[in-house]
């Protein structure tokens, strides 16, 4: 296990890396690690690549992330895991209502099941749970989020959506 963090506007990005990928991002801080000393070259390697990646994301020179994933998530057969999957493929600076990205795991009347999976992403950002929003669609309402709503609207902003008002 290796640890990595990142400035963002909004304080510090904490990555906790495998040797085989990114096993967890937290948007509110630094990822406490037993024994930093115990890191794995390998997995070392993988956090300064991700802290890069996510300095070149924050200073809107990113736009993907190819990164290795290392997280249970993906092993694991329920909609959360589909919900996640699904959430891959939302492209940068688009967005989704929780109702669509339940339609595209296959379960269209699971959209409060949509926003569950949302607010327990362990891969915040690589995952772009920034990227759903209510279908309601008044002016403010983009939905909750893990960073809080003004790094959801920063974030939004980042990738060009531009009809976001708080």
């Not at 990595?4 to 096993?23: D, K, W």
């Not at 998530?73 to 492209?91: C, G, H, N």
């Not at 893990?146 to 974030?155: C, D, F, Q, S, V």
Request: aromatic residues 8%.
């Amino acid at each position: 296990m290796a640890i990595s963090q990142v400035e963002t506007p909004f304080g510090v990005l904490g990555i906790a890396t495998s040797a085989r990928g990114v096993v967890e991002v937290n948007l509110l801080g630094p990822v406490l690690d037993d024994d930093p000393s115990a890191a794995d070259p390998e997995a070392q390697a993988v956090a300064e690549q991700a802290a890069q990646q996510f300095r070149e994301y924050f200073a809107g020179q990113r736009r993907e992330f190819a990164l290795p994933l290392d997280c249970d998530i993906f092993t694991q057969d329920s909609f959360r895991a589909r919900a996640l999957t699904a959430l891959r493929d939302v492209p940068y600076g688009q967005v989704v209502t929780y109702g669509e990205l339940a339609e595209m795991t296959g379960s269209p009347r699971a959209a409060r099941a949509a926003g569950s999976a949302c607010a327990t992403n362990p891969l915040g950002i690589l995952i772009p749970c920034h990227r759903v929003v209510p279908a309601s669609g008044g002016a403010g309402s983009f939905g909750s989020y893990a960073g809080g709503r003004e790094m959801k609207r920063w974030l939004l902003e980042l990738e060009g959506w531009q009809t976001v008002i708080l």
